[in-house]
């Protein structure tokens, strides 16, 4: 026990500026959202007009939760908690593969294993951080809606609630650590269990039964399969209820016991998956730094494109429903068109154009990432290998920007696509001021074009995102990371809680994003678009500049 | 080697890393078509100095050519006449050996089919493995073989034998004949004197960022000083020659150390009728090394 306090201490303070910015991120956005709705809801009547909006509208269902009544807790924890326990999956399963199968990868794991401590040590020193960090992390969420002036039995529920999944998720990359033969695989595949948890809870929620006032929504049984589901079940602010939360507690309990004996029996770097053997000699485009920066990029682009064209036919295929289900009721259409102000949009428009929103701060992420990993090659020294060779430094960089950018394009592209597609199979709208596109709107042809249109609407501002992480790994290489997803990360919560937040205009104007325009919703307008782009060309210009009069290294 | 064309020229090299001075004011000259050993212990500034030559970081002060040319401006023209090889050798873990191999050469203008295969054959490389799976010996092969594989006029390598068992560094070796034969110049870094002194015709010693020695093998051995083992038949006649350096007397026996100019002088001395047995070592590599680093006689 000794070695593992030991261990403890060891892997805590390698991890406590990552942990910590996780947690206290994680519960300012606590406090954000329930400082906003004290500010922005404070009345009952308007809590409950959004609520009988997302009530009555799978796609709201399927991207929040359920709600749970006009309680201006209840309403926070509806608006936040999907969101949250996503990042507390993520914030889990990274903390538990860094210090698993990534060090036994790197040969740390040997180091350590070669002194005299128990073989399962190690992880049950990670189990035990894991358990720490995310107890912290539910006193942290719990004390942001205390703050944002919520009742305290409800917030520290709610913190339990958020804490508790992210217990589920350490479990959970546990056992997938002990699978996968790699760091990157385990991170990967324990990832995409938090996105699943995601979106199980999503249809479930999406097809949920709501109450004859509109009030709150019974989830449909799918979300019973999703520990993001379980943890909603918990209604803090309401009728709350804790047993969910030790289910989850349990569970992972149970996933402990059996990971813990299995890390102890097994080899140092054996797992279940074994590491596929590959080509002998380079295939088409093996010889080119273009075919390299593509192939170091594909596995993970693939993944944005898909997360995009998921969003992308949700907008097509739930935006025509939300607009007859607000259509087959007048008075959350005269709600509706109170809240939207004079000139009524289409609410299916204005739903999609909400989602390709999202899908274009995607576009932008699989782009910053393909820079960022510019900065990873550097940082490990193989570019240091590439450029010993024939090459320019501007034509690697142009290989890796080249990649980033078409990464962009196809992510943007799959959102519009999707979108596109999937308002072709679904029910014609209904003419009417509210519902559906204009009136006399245009046939389906014209429809898949404006919806890809309206996904690639979002290029220029995810381009300049990417730019300026260009931009900051040829000036500010060790400073790249933060610079890379920091501005990513505002301009998401910006686009996302802008409004929400009531910020400022000129706060709000910071984000790339908000130049785009809103298609389908508004016009396409050129001139803002034109201006990013010509940013994106100086931008990218100036740090092909700097990366040539800087020098190289770790 | 006076009279050929120096293939690496570096003078009065600087390079500042914030406050610390990993260069200062190096020179270096490696003579076309010879196998140059650099040698120093770790944080010398030999990788510092080979990323310098490889235009990869810009010196604070002071010139370098390589090939003629200066690497900071024209790194493309360097590159495409020098085949690298890194002290940490760090590569896609996602790609086979076989795949960096051909990328690394590719982007070279291509391997040699035949020679690749050879050398993976010799240097025992499974190349459909994914680089995740190689060892460090392994991956070390992977980069020798990507810059054996072809030909080049100067190879730069960083501690090129860290991680091979003694088999694949006599394949190693191998390697660097061959290229000496065709009339390439290498430049290799090291720590480990037995390999320099078997491999290479000139050497550069630095110490903290600055050539302590340099020179060939045979006019640095000359510098140094023969170490002196005789034993006399009676005990009591032991003598020492005048003027020698560290001498030691047990019963009959005298050790000392004799500077190359004081020899003739030694030896006279010694040739005498109770002398019973004279060893003398040459010079070691390691004794010079020694002098610069382990503070012994200055």
């Known amino acids: 026990m000794a070695s593992v306090l030991r261990l403890l201490r060891a892997q805590a303070r390698r991890d406590r500026w990552q942990l910590l910015a996780w947690i206290a991120g994680i519960g300012l956005l606590g406090l954000a959202i329930a400082g906003a709705t004290a500010s922005q809801f404070g009345s009952e009547a308007g809590r409950a007009a959004i609520v009988a909006v997302a009530a009555g509208s799978p796609a ?40 698993s199968r990534a060090d036994e990868e790197s040969g740390r ?8 401590v128990p073989r399962s040590a190690p992880l049950a020193a990670t189990l035990l951080l894991g358990l720490l960090a995310n107890l912290l992390l539910a006193a942290a969420v719990a004390l942001g809606y205390l703050a944002g002036g919520l009742p305290a039995g409800g917030s520290g529920l709610a913190g339990l609630a958020v804490g508790s999944v992210g217990l589920f998720f350490v479990g959970a990359a546990a056992l997938v650590a002990q699978l996968m033969p790699s760091g990157h695989a385990a991170n990967g595949t324990a990832a995409a269990l938090v996105g699943l948890a995601y979106l199980v ?4 929620d999406a097809f949920g039964t709501p109450d004859a006032t509109l009030s709150r929504v019974e989830p449909a049984w799918p979300s019973w399969f999703s520990p993001i589901g379980w943890g909603q079940l918990t209604r803090p602010f309401t009728e709350a209820d804790p047993v969910p939360l030790l289910v989850l507690v349990g569970v992972a309990v149970l996933l402990a016991a059996v990971v813990l004996p299995v890390r102890g029996r097994r080899d140092l770097g054996a797992s279940l998956l074994a590491e596929r053997a590959g080509r002998p000699a380079a295939g088409f485009g093996g010889r080119s730094l273009l075919g390299l920066a593509w192939r170091l990029q594909r596995s993970t682009l693939a993944g944005w494109a898909v997360a995009a064209a998921v969003l992308g036919l949700l907008s097509g295929a739930l935006g025509p429903v939300l607009a007859d289900a607000v259509a087959g009721n007048p008075s959350l259409a005269e709600l509706i068109a109170r809240l939207a102000g004079g000139s009524a949009p289409a609410i299916a428009d204005v739903f999609i154009a909400a989602l390709l929103g999202i899908t274009g701060v995607l576009a932008a992420a699989a782009g910053v990432q393909a820079v960022l990993r510019l900065r990873a090659e550097e940082e490990a020294g193989r570019l240091e290998l590439l450029l010993a060779l024939p090459r320019s430094r501007p034509r690697w960089f142009g290989a890796g920007l080249s990649v980033a950018a078409f990464s962009v394009l196809a992510v943007t592209l799959a959102a519009g696509l999707a979108a596109g597609t999937a308002s072709l199979f679904a029910d014609a709208p209904a003419a009417g001021p509210l519902t559906g596109t204009a009136a006399g709107g245009p046939d389906s042809a014209d429809r898949f074009w404006l919806l890809v249109a309206s996904a690639l609407a979002h290029l220029p501002a995810a381009l300049v995102m990417v730019a300026l992480a260009a931009l900051a790994f040829a000036a500010l290489p060790r400073l ?14 910006l686009g996302q809680f802008g409004g929400l937040l009531n910020l400022p205009e000129w706060a709000q104007d910071l984000s790339p994003f908000h130049h785009s325009s809103a298609m389908p919703v508004e016009d396409f307008a050129a001139a803002p678009a034109l201006t990013m782009l010509a940013a994106v060309v100086v931008l990218a210009l100036a740090a092909t500049f700097m990366l040539r009069h800087r020098d190289l290294g770790a | 080697m006076v009279g050929q064309a120096a293939v690496v020229e570096a003078s ?18 490696v003579a076309e078509g010879e196998v140059h050993g650099f040698l120093g212990p770790n944080g010398a500034g030999k990788s510092t100095t080979l990323r310098v030559l490889l235009g990869l970081i810009r010196p604070t002060a002071g010139g370098v050519r390589v090939l003629g040319r200066d690497p900071w401006t024209e790194p493309v023209a360097v590159h495409r006449d020098i085949a690298y090889v890194p002290g940490d050798v760090n590569l896609w873990p996602n790609l086979t050996g076989g795949e960096v191999v051909d990328l690394l050469t590719g982007l070279r203008g291509g391997a040699d089919a035949g020679l690749r295969e050879r050398l993976l054959a010799e240097f025992e490389l499974d190349p459909a493995r994914k680089v995740r799976t190689y060892s460090k010996g392994n991956r070390q092969k992977v980069a020798l073989v990507a810059a054996f594989a072809r030909r080049a006029r100067l190879y730069l390598l960083d501690e090129p034998s860290a991680g091979l068992d003694p088999l694949m560094d006599a394949v190693f070796r191998a390697q660097i004949r061959r290229v000496r ?22 050497v550069t010693i630095i110490r903290a960022g600055r ?18 083992r005789v034993t006399f038949t009676d005990p009591g006649a032991a003598v020492l020659p005048a003027g020698v350096h560290d001498a030691r007397r047990e019963n009959g026996t005298v050790e000392f150390d004799a500077d190359a100019s004081q020899l003739p002088g030694v ?20 004794s010079l090394f020694l002098r610069h680093y382990g503070g012994g006689d200055r």
């Open chain 2, 267 to 286: 030896l006279a001395q010694l040739a005498r009728p109770d002398v019973a047995s004279v060893e003398a070592a040459p010079p070691s590599l390691e």
């Open chain 1, 60 to 99: 709201f269902l399927f991207l929040r939760g359920v709600p749970d009544g006009y309680d201006a807790g209840a309403f926070v924890f509806f608006n936040g908690f999907s969101f949250t326990a996503v990042l507390t999956g993520l914030m889990s399963t990274f903390l538990v593969v860094r210090h």
């Open chain 2, 211 to 228: 050539a302590v020695e340099s020179g060939s093998l045979e006019a640095l051995r000359h510098l140094r000083r023969t170490h002196f």
């Open chain 2, 12 to 29: 009065g090299l600087v390079k500042s890393f914030g406050r610390t001075r990993a260069l200062d004011g190096l020179d270096l000259s």
């Open chain 2, 181 to 202: 034969d065709e009339g390439s110049t290498v430049l290799i870094s090291s720590h480990i004197l037995s390999e320099v002194e078997q491999l290479c015709s000139a």
């Open chain 1, 109 to 116: 794991a040997e180091l350590v294993g070669a002194a005299p």
């Open chain 1, 480 to 493: 790249a990371v933060a610079l890379g997803w920091g501005p990513l990360v505002l301009a998401l919560v």
């Open chain 1, 201 to 204: 809870r999503g249809t479930g």
